[in-house]
């Protein structure tokens, strides 16, 4: 199971959003989604569920939540959490000096064999371990 792009849940909250402005971000979303091979983990698909159905400036209803989940478990690799995962993570967040969360999504990136992380939430261009980060809403 291997992808050459891992994509944090942020891609997918603005795929789904209908708040008028995230328009940009989520046509840019639209196109990424269409144009990358990308993997995901559990992490990113319950970090999702849990933003989708809380913020409710996004829009989205229950039902296109799971059909979302359900749409990226079914297309794309997913990778679940293992013991080993939770220490990479530990181990990057103290490297970096990163929040857990953050590390742990780098982690299953580089367990995937991913180049490219897709997120807002790390240095734009900086390379983490083997995994280097693009923020694609610049």
Known sequence: MTASSFFDTNIFLYVVSAAPEDAPKRAKAIDLIGSCDFAISVQVMQEFADAALRKKRLGVTPQE??????ELAQNYPVLAPTPGLVFRAFDFSEQ???RFY???ILAA???LGCQTLYTEDLSHGQTYGSVRVINPFL
């Not at 939540?65 to 359900?70: A, I, N, T």
């Open 102 to 104: 953050d590390a742990a």
């Open 96 to 98: 970096f000096k990163i």
């Open 65 to 70: 939540v799971r059909v979302m989940l359900e």
């Open 109 to 111: 990136a580089q367990e």
